[in-house]
């Protein structure tokens, strides 16, 4: 830990997303097929008129505004 901590960021994000695949590096068949009815819900509302998809930009600055950055 304390070593980590004398990385730059960018070297932390790195390291923790290589660990957390390490730890998830089967992928799990019932978490697959239920994202993928996910997806396709998702899609199926925004196609049909239902929802209306948020730009990325739009999105990203109201998270932004949400932790104060």
Known sequence: MAETRQLPREQVA????RLTFELHDEPD???DAAWAEEVDRRLAEIRSGKVKPIPGEEVMARARKLVGL
Do not use: A, I, M, Y
């Not at 790195?14 to 997303?17: A, F, I, K, N, S």
């Open 29 to 31: 068949p019932e978490n």
């Open 14 to 17: 790195e390291l923790v997303d």
